[in-house]
């Protein structure tokens, strides 16, 4: 029998990773009232029964009663129930986004309506949760088929799971620098793509502007200690507890040198099974739609 607990910040995609798992065979209660868990539990244990994967919604919607949450899950170690609780996050302003775009009101928000209030005192109170959780999936940056490959790793591949999760993402400085970012590299001392005519429309993702930039010795060599830096810090940050890190590459514009070394750096990186990898190119098209304007 595996019993997995579903939790984490409203807006970080629980209902969605309900329905994943759904999809992969567990059994699903979404918002179950906090004094029914043993019962739950209990009716798990019985000999025979036909569930043996099940998954339980629990979050702040449970009001008063989630405040037993701990205690329950207390018992539950005592009474020898063997559970994991996979616990979603994002960032804050990735979740008053995601709240202004659905127009929905955070539980916690009051009689103000203020989401950011709501979010941090949600935050607060489930600090023993998130401390308690086997696996710590941030879906600030994550797609919706990003999500599902990491749940199908842990709950259907039974792979080891590392709680980091790495976006490399390219951008343009003359579009700012990304607010998230926890590492950033400027590529603007390479040989810029744009003055050459033919390759001015085209993009890093192509084949002639990838040649281009990646013949230039300095770009081999900055790309051969960048990932030298990067392997080295990310077995640290795992140590440490990081869950999130956004690598952004710059040039000016966004398109052909950082998309190029954003490239090249996913590729050396996503083969290493200790964390999750995502590619973005923010700003690869701007400059298109900037000059139809």
Do not use: W
């Not at 490399?168 to 050459?196: C, E, H, M, T, W």
């Amino acid at each position: 029998m595996r019993c997995v607990i579903v939790t984490g910040m409203s807006g970080a995609g629980k209902s969605t990773a309900l329905k994943m798992l759904e999809d992969m065979g567990y059994f699903c209660v979404d918002n179950l009232p906090v004094p029914l868990i043993p019962k739950m539990a209990d009716l798990l244990r019985v000999p025979g029964t036909e569930i043996n994967k099940a998954a339980l919604g629990v979050d702040i919607r449970s009001g008063q009663n989630f405040r037993e949450l701990e205690k329950v899950l207390e018992e539950l170690d005592a009474s020898g129930m063997r559970y994991e609780i996979l616990y979603l996050e994002s960032s804050e302003d990735v979740l008053i986004k995601r709240y202004k775009e659905t127009r929905r009101f955070h539980p916690l928000s009051g009689k103000d309506g203020r989401v950011d209030q709501g979010i941090r005192e949600e935050r607060k109170r489930l600090t023993f949760l998130k401390q308690r959780a086997d696996y710590l999936i941030d879906t600030s940056h994550m797609l919706t088929r990003e999500l599902r490959a990491e749940l199908t790793k842990i709950f259907v591949e039974n792979k080891e799971y590392k709680n980091l999760y790495i976006s490399v993402l390219s951008f343009g400085f003359k579009y700012g620098i990304p607010a998230d970012a926890d590492l950033v590299f400027d590529v603007r001392f390479l040989p810029n793509p744009y003055y050459i005519e033919e390759l001015r429309p085209k993009s890093g993702n192509d084949k002639e502007v990838r040649d281009y930039v990646m013949e230039n010795d300095k770009a081999k060599e900055f790309l051969t200690k960048l990932t030298d830096m990067v392997e080295f810090l990310i077995p640290n940050y795992i140590q440490e507890g990081k869950t999130q890190l956004v690598i952004g590459i710059g040039c000016t514009g966004g398109k052909h040198r950082s998309v190029t070394l954003a490239n090249e750096l996913y590729t050396a990186l996503k083969h290493n099974e200790n964390y999750g990898i995502r590619i973005e190119h923010r700003d690869i098209g701007k400059d298109a739609i900037t000059k139809a304007r």
